[in-house]
């Protein structure tokens, strides 16, 4: 089990850029999600994926962004022309829905994250 | 509109003592609560989490105690060690129609402080 991956770990990018990131999940996890945690805050909710389908997508993810899942494993979240608003860290996590509880309740492991600055 | 709320947002304890974080949400709905410990430039990693049907749950030095009428969980550490200074953050997840929780939704951490 090699963790959930996410490449780059550093991006710096000029305002009106594109960027792109990949978040690879934990083999066996076939929900995977997107945060993004800025200065003195805790993560906030960007998307969620269920194999390859999106399911739902935080207002925070604006018309800019957009990402996917192709084959229900790596992730792709895209920015078009970057603002320096968005500078932040990038989070990917996975889960696995575990079935066998009373309660249907899983644990997402998290990537460590891509960091975005943009001049 | 903060729905997970960390008072408190630095701590600072001394190597071998109780360390005690907490927690207070506003929605009722959230039935799955988790702690995650974060280091600069690092993803959360996971440390313990419970159910809301649940009011203690115990892995080692961590405990997380949950009260849900006073809408307030607690992080317990003992005994603290260096090793343990770090962003602690709790978060929360609520079932949807599907039956499965999915986002999870943070304080803004609180940043402890293990002094040798």
């Known amino acids: 089990d090699t963790g959930v991956s996410q490449d780059p770990r550093h991006k710096i990018t000029k305002r009106g850029q594109n960027v792109t990131f990949r978040c690879d999940p934990i083999?066996?996890?076939?929900?995977l999600y997107w945060y993004r945690q800025t200065l003195g805050q805790g993560p906030e909710f960007l998307t969620y994926?269920?194999?390859?389908?999106?399911?739902?997508k935080s207002r925070l993810l604006s018309d800019r962004f957009s990402a996917e899942r192709p084959k229900g494993s790596f992730s792709t979240l895209e920015i078009q022309r970057t603002e320096q608003g968005d500078s932040a860290m990038y989070l990917c996590?996975?889960?696995?829905?575990?079935?066998?509880?009373?309660?249907?309740?899983?644990?997402?492991?998290f990537g460590p994250g891509t960091r975005l600055l943009v001049l | 509109d903060q729905q997970v709320k960390q008072n408190s947002p630095s701590l600072s304890v001394q190597e071998g003592r109780i360390s005690i974080l907490n927690c207070d949400y506003t929605?009722?709905?959230?039935?799955?609560f988790l702690w995650y410990k974060k280091y600069p430039a690092e993803g959360p990693t996971f440390l313990i989490s419970?159910?809301?049907?649940?009011d203690k749950n115990e892995d080692g030095r961590f405990t997380v105690f949950l009260n849900k009428s006073a809408k307030h969980l607690s992080l317990h550490i003992v005994p603290s060690q260096p090793g343990d200074s770090a962003v602690y953050f709790c978060a929360a997840t609520e079932a949807f129609s599907g039956g499965s929780n999915y986002k999870l939704t943070f304080g803004k951490g609180t940043l402890l402080t293990v002094n040798p």
């Open positions: 929605n009722s709905m959230f039935d799955y």
């Open positions: 994926f269920q194999n390859e389908a999106q399911l739902e």
């Open positions: 996590a996975s889960s696995y829905p575990n079935i066998k509880l009373a309660v249907r309740q899983e644990t997402q492991y």
């Open positions: 083999s066996e996890h076939n929900r």
């Open positions: 419970i159910s809301s049907i649940k």
